[in-house]
């Protein structure tokens, strides 16, 4: 099955500065990538996703690259604030019928912690 | 993403009790989740359903069981027979593609303890 790796575990970072959480999968037939922010005992929230057919996507503040060949993709967040901290969620997932059903498999998260 | 409900907010089993984890969405999404999120793990699924009446185990089913038996409702019951069932179990919901993923929104979650 799927197998996705999530670094650092932890992240500390300045306020104002930037912020990369790097993910790997396996498998090369993962063809949706959503990233997760979930803050202390709260829900899980998608913050951004990107498909195989694309190779960045922004938001904002928030970006995502998608490497095919290398099977990895990464978070970047720009100019962090306080309100960035939280524990990040990288996962993995083959669309459709054949690529059963939507399932995710997800990183171990990062814990951000951005710092004044 | 207020469609997505679940209770208790908080449960506490008793040695050889099974429980009942409640989930309920009102998006109108034919895709149910349910995944165990324990410290350093991040998200396992448990089982899974796309349509009503028809779901599938995901990584680490034992000892778990659900229904669905409408498309708003996906039952999660903890059994005796799972014997570490300390954890924070969250429920999601997409919409269900079949072609592309759709996006899975989250419940609020429980958090299941041991007395």
């Known amino acids: 099955g799927e197998n996705v790796e999530q670094h650092p575990s932890t992240l500390s970072v300045q306020e104002g500065d930037s912020a990369v959480i790097k993910c790997t999968y396996s498998d090369s037939a993962s063809n949706y990538f959503p990233w997760y922010k979930q803050e202390l005992g709260k829900r899980p929230q998608l913050i951004i996703d990107i498909r195989s057919n694309v190779g960045e996507k922004k938001d904002q503040r928030i970006a995502v690259t998608l490497n095919k060949t290398a099977k990895h993709f990464s978070l970047h967040i720009t100019e962090t604030q306080p309100e960035d901290s939280a524990v990040y969620f990288c996962?993995?997932?083959?669309?459709?019928?054949?690529?059963?059903?939507?399932?995710?498999?997800f990183g171990t998260g990062t814990q951000l912690k951005v710092e004044l | 993403d207020g469609g997505i409900t679940q209770s208790p907010k908080y449960l506490f089993r008793k040695e050889g009790q099974n429980v009942t984890l409640s989930c309920e969405q009102n998006l109108n999404h034919d895709a149910m989740y349910w995944y165990r999120q324990d410290p350093g793990q991040g998200l396992r699924l448990i089982y899974y359903?796309?349509?009503?009446?028809?779901?599938q185990k995901g990584d680490i089913a034992e000892g778990y069981s659900v229904s669905r038996e409408k498309k708003e409702s996906f039952p999660l019951t903890v059994t005796s027979a799972q014997k570490n069932p300390t954890a924070f179990y969250l429920c999601?919901?997409?919409?269900?593609?079949?072609?592309?993923?759709?996006?899975?929104?989250f419940g609020d979650g429980t958090r299941l303890s041991i007395l």
């Open positions: 999601a919901s997409s919409a269900y593609g079949t072609r592309r993923n759709q996006p899975q929104h």
């Open positions: 996962a993995a997932s083959k669309g459709g019928i054949t690529g059963g059903g939507n399932k995710l498999t």
């Open positions: 359903s796309q349509i009503v009446n028809d779901f």
